[in-house]
């Protein structure tokens, strides 16, 4: 399909400002509300202190930080041995329920397809291999509020690249990024020109990966923004742009209506204004019902998980740091079409663009050996806390002047419609629907996801 530039609707501004509202209304009670917070770190540094408290302001980021505290240190993956062989021996001590009752995933992941997983899991799978892909890129840390920030930082060989910076989400990590870094830092190489290059940056959210633990509540999306435009402004950034799918979504989505100073412009493909919404959006035309209809069954069939982690995440994360097995289907028992994608990589050996055997056990693998399925887990329900305050205190957020871009991907949740994308966001200045792609759409198809980027920003760089 082809991309097209967005009419200028003349929408009301209580209409904007009520989907604007919808998913983030708690950013208006959170504005500036941030602490410090003391966390296990992956690197240390001596004597390194808590960075000082960012002040955000609708249209400014202002951060003096501690000199100390602002360090960056190169990061390596180095798995101990150990770790790896308790893994092996707790998957071959799997305990299995017996067969589902039912022909379909409506009881949860399916007993052949985690039996398969864990077979191959057992025999074939090698973390060494994705160890060495992580090591080959320039990995660094950085304390910001008191957590270590692990991130993935890739300088293009293209002079004037334009900075970008892309959140993953879960049941994600920094892992359904990596095959988007060759088409977006080196164009050149994949049919791209030098004029689509960008600098790279790819932070594990705090309590995923590599990046450290908060020991204390708060760090919710409006602070990991906010940690986020600090992050591009110890690396020099003084100009660049945001992308997110998933909760990167909702952290991308803060960023722009936080504007912090240097930011150009957002890139989404989750449209997270509709899903958090308290009353549906217009069904007028046949597309929005469509879109109604598939959040219906999200809401109503698959979103277990969900409601799990943002009330009682502490709940299912003795199982995820306890069962390798019950981690796997955990974090695979997400929406329908990357299920689906994903038992077909195992029960049938046909993967689906990037969402192959070993890149689905990369990502299981590292939530393992870093032990932070709780800890990610968490997120959820920090995000709910913001969301009950932010409603109990009537206010909404400001709205998002900065150019906004989205792609609507065929397999993710719910297709969004054009008209719902703009009737959250008054400045939209990229809209198109991609023809392959799901939930995970870095992941699944990396250059198709980038060609994406590129056109989303084109204008900006």
């Known amino acids: 399909m082809t991309a097209t530039m967005p009419l200028l609707h003349t929408l009301t501004r209580t209409r904007r400002r009520f989907l604007g509202s919808a998913a983030m209304t708690m950013l208006a009670a959170q504005m500036g509300m941030t602490g410090s917070a003391r966390a296990r770190t992956t690197t240390t540094s001596a004597g390194a202190q808590p960075a000082e408290e960012l002040r955000m302001t609708t249209t400014q980021l202002d951060a003096t930080p501690d000199t100390a505290s602002t360090a960056i240190s190169p990061f390596r993956a180095d798995i101990p041995q150990a770790d790896l062989d308790d893994l092996h021996q707790r ?27 864990t077979r191959y899991w057992s025999t074939d799978y090698d973390w060494r291999t994705l160890e060495a892909t992580l090591n080959a890129l320039p990995q660094f840390t950085t304390e910001i509020d008191g957590v270590d920030i692990h991130f993935i930082h890739v300088k293009s060989k293209h002079e004037n690249a ?22 977006l830092t080196d164009p050149t190489a994949y049919g791209g020109t030098a004029e689509d290059a960008f600098d790279l940056v790819l932070p594990s959210l705090p309590g995923y990966g590599f990046s450290a633990e908060p020991t204390e509540l708060g760090w919710d999306h409006v602070r990991t923004a906010q940690a986020w435009a600090e992050l591009m402004r110890r690396l020099g950034y003084t100009r660049y742009v945001a992308q997110g799918g998933d909760l990167g979504a ?4 803060v960023m722009g209506r936080l504007a912090p100073e240097g930011l150009l412009g957002i890139h989404m493909n989750l449209l997270v204004t509709t899903l958090g919404s308290p009353t549906p959006p217009p069904g007028d035309t046949e597309e929005e019902r469509a879109a109604l209809a598939q959040i219906n069954t999200f ?25 390798p097995g019950a981690l796997a289907a955990w974090l695979l028992d997400h929406d329908t079409d990357s299920y689906e994608k994903i038992s077909s990589a195992f029960i049938d050996g046909q993967p689906t663009g990037g969402l192959t ?11 393992w050996l870093t ?11 920090e995000l709910g806390q913001a969301q009950a305050k932010a409603r109990a205190a009537g206010q909404a957020p400001p709205e998002v002047s900065l150019p906004v871009a989205f792609t609507t991907f065929p397999g993710e949740i719910f297709k969004a419609p054009r008209s719902w994308v703009e009737l959250g966001y008054p400045n939209v200045t990229y809209f198109h629907e991609a023809e392959r792609g799901g939930h995970f759409a870095a992941w699944e198809e990396p250059e198709l996801f980038a060609d994406e980027v590129r056109a989303a920003f084109r204008s900006l760089g």
Request: charged letters at 15%; zero cysteines.
């Open 299 to 323: 809401t109503t069939e698959g979103f277990g998980y969900f409601l799990e982690q943002s009330t009682r995440p502490q709940t299912i994360g003795y199982a995820l740091l306890d069962s």
């Open 162 to 183: 334009l900075p970008l910076i892309m959140t993953h989400g879960w049941p994600g990590s920094v892992i359904e990024l990596l095959g988007t870094v060759g088409p």
């Open 357 to 367: 055997r070993d890149h689905i056990l990369d990502n299981i693998t590292l939530y």
């Open 250 to 253: 909702i952290v991308t989505d």
């Open 91 to 117: 998957l071959a001590a799997m305990r299995w329920p017996s067969k589902e009752l039912v022909a379909d995933r409506s009881q949860g992941v399916q007993l052949a397809t985690i039996q398969e997983l």
């Open 371 to 381: 032990g932070t399925g709780a800890s990610a887990a968490r997120w959820y329900w």
